[in-house]
T-cell receptor, first 116, second 113 residues
Framework: EADIYQTPRYLVIGTGKKITLECSQT?????MYWYQQDPGMELHLIHY???????EKGDLSSESTVSRIRTEHFPLTLESARPSHTSQYLC???????????????FGPGTRLTVL | TQLLEQSPQFLSIQEGENLTVYCNSS?????LQWYRQEPGEGPVLLVT?????EVKKLKRLTFQFGDARKDSSLHITAAQPGDTGLYLC?????????????FGQGTILTVHP
């Protein structure tokens, strides 16, 4: 079973607040990802990292930022939250398969963010 | 442009029925994963298929990867209410997309008792 954790699970805040969503994994995976997902819909990649001090923007433009100072930790920050940021944020990690990139990702439980 | 087209988007069936979900693309993938997600939780990996034409079975679930590695299907036999959830296919490619997954739109399955 994957060991990847996200906190908080639910967050309701007012417009303009700064927030940080936490993501940690204990599997030693080099690659980590942040996705944004509306209920019952597809996942959109917003950030990813291939290792410490490596961060890249994903396919969906996002006003959030990420950092990767430690292998196990990949926090996401919103400097000034807006109602348009209301969504579910999912963190994932993966490792390179021995025979090549199998691409399997392991997901955390997600953070449901509501900005009023 | 959606690289992975998943169909149907919604499926509502009675317990005991069979169903198939399709995942189609014009792109070739090095591997394809199927995930199941319950409300308020993250997706959970069901299976990975790697070889063209590969068939994998997981109890009542049968997964197939197309010969050309562009499409896949998930077949559930004798569906149960516990199968209810969002099913997502996701493809992995190499090159500049190395390490990233392309997700389909998802299929919301509801199995009624």
């Amino acid at each position: 079973e994957a060991d990847i954790y996200q906190t908080p699970r639910y967050l309701v805040i007012g417009t303009g607040k700064k927030i940080t969503l936490e993501c940690s994994q204990t599997m030693g995976h080099d690659k980590m990802y942040w996705y944004q997902q509306d209920p019952g819909m597809e996942l959109h990649l917003i950030h990813y990292s291939y290792g410490v001090n490596s961060t890249e923007k994903g396919d969906l433009s996002s006003e959030s930022t990420v950092s990767r100072i430690r292998t196990e930790h990949f926090p996401l920050t919103l400097e000034s939250a807006r109602p348009s940021h209301t969504s579910q944020y999912l963190c994932a990690s993966s490792e390179l398969g021995l025979a090549g990139p199998l691409g399997e990702q392991f997901f955390g439980p997600g953070t449901r963010l509501t900005v009023l | 442009t959606q690289l992975l087209e998943q169909s149907p988007q919604f499926l509502s069936i009675q317990e005991g029925e069979n169903l198939t979900v399709y995942c189609n693309s014009s792109s070739v993938f090095s591997s394809l994963q199927w995930y199941r997600q319950e409300p308020g939780e993250g997706p959970v990996l069901l299976v990975t298929v790697v070889t063209g034409g590969e068939v994998k079975k997981l109890k009542r679930l049968t997964f197939q990867f197309g010969d050309a590695r562009k499409d896949s299907s998930l077949h559930i036999t004798a569906a149960q209410p516990g199968d209810t959830g969002l099913y997502l296919c996701a493809g992995a490619r190499g090159g500049t997309s190395y390490g990233k997954l392309t997700f389909g739109q998802g299929t919301i399955l509801t199995v009624h008792p």
